[in-house]
């Protein structure tokens, strides 16, 4: 996702993880500004793996060889739309 533009935040939490986190970002050199990056790709992931959670809970109820075949399909769909994208810069 690129950033186009920032938005400002306030938040507060313990002590014990403000020096924790200063810690970590100055003992890989890091400077203050690395805070707000920290946060926001430790928000990604965070958003990422609870998506992944409701999709595997969502997926749970579907038998393993009809997933199985969904994705196979899936996967041969894109990649063979991938191929055409191919052929057609080729041709070009």
């Not at 020096?19 to 050199?29: E, F, I, K, M, V």
């Not at 075949?69 to 899936?74: D, F, K, S, T, V």
């Not at 769909?77 to 080729?90: D, T």
Request: no cysteine; glycine share 6%; hydrophobic share 40%.
């Amino acid at each position: 996702m690129p950033t186009t533009s920032g938005t400002r935040l306030t938040i507060s939490w313990s002590k014990d993880t403000d020096l924790a986190l200063r810690s970590h970002l100055g003992s890989q050199g890091l400077k203050k500004g690395a805070i707000s990056a920290f946060i926001e790709d430790a928000v990604k992931w965070r958003l990422f793996h609870q998506t992944v959670g409701e999709v595997r809970e969502a997926f749970a109820v579907i038998p393993v060889e009809e997933l199985d075949n969904l994705l196979n399909e899936a996967v041969h769909s894109v990649r063979g739309e991938k191929r055409r994208e191919r052929k057609v810069r080729l041709r070009k």
